[in-house]
């Protein structure tokens, strides 16, 4: 079974210092969280950039001074997301690509986002797609619904990605896929042969899905992105607190840690 590839998502754009008192903000503390997180056994840092005030921002400039700072503190991937908070513009979210990430999120259609509709039409889809693959830069497939896999394999089919594709399964947000181990393994059956893939559960669903990933040979998302608990009433100290306990487990379960070189070479990612 390949080594475990540990995703860590360590802002995302919904979560508030009120109620995650840890929760990283400014371009040096996600840099620090990422680092310590790095330490712990994670290989990728998916990254939601903020404002000082705690406002998600998809600005260039600001992903720019993370992507600087961590790349000074470790060689972990950086990943930034085009997803942005569901309010941002295309033109907001297309941002981030301009820093050249090795890889970057691609979300593959359309969903209810809680009380928001997560708005991906096919023309933004493609354009992210394009704009991916002339950069160089490795999309992962942000799926919150079946179809979406089915959105994949078109843009496949339309020379806009090149297989082996790898996917995150993000299931549990309120109005998408429900975080269930039927519903992963039912999405694991209907992706491509020799693509990669990873889960991010929502809230209580992390850990479960995480460790069945860890069983089922795919990988692994955790972060106050997420989930901000470590257990029921608890909530974690850090991101690092989730990365540790997800490395433990793997390691009871014979599953092996991925450094960030070894998942590039999993991923297909050409360090320039």
Known sequence: MEKLIITVAVTGAEVTREKQPNLPITPDEIADAVYECYLAGASI???????????????????????????????????????????????????????????????????????????????????FAIEMKKRNIKPEIEVFERGMIETAIKLVDKGLLNPPLHFDFVMGVPGAIPGTIEDLVYLVSKIPPGSTWSVAGIGRYELPLAVHAI????????????????????LAKSNAQLVERIVRIAKELGREIATPDEARKILGIRKE
């Open 45 to 127: 840092a998916h990254v939601h950039a903020r404002l000082d005030d705690g406002t998600p921002t998809q600005s260039y400039e600001v992903y720019k001074e993370i992507k600087e700072k961590i790349e000074k503190k470790c060689d972990i991937i950086f990943q930034p997301s085009t997803g942005g908070a569901t309010w941002h513009t295309f033109e907001e979210r297309m941002q981030p690509l301009l820093t050249n990430p090795e890889m970057a999120t691609l979300s593959a259609g359309t969903c209810n986002f809680g009380n928001d509709v997560f708005l991906n039409p096919m023309e933004y889809i493609e354009k």
């Open 215 to 234: 069983l089922m040979g795919g990988h692994v998302r955790v972060g106050f992105e997420d989930n901000i608990y470590y257990k029921k009433g608890e």
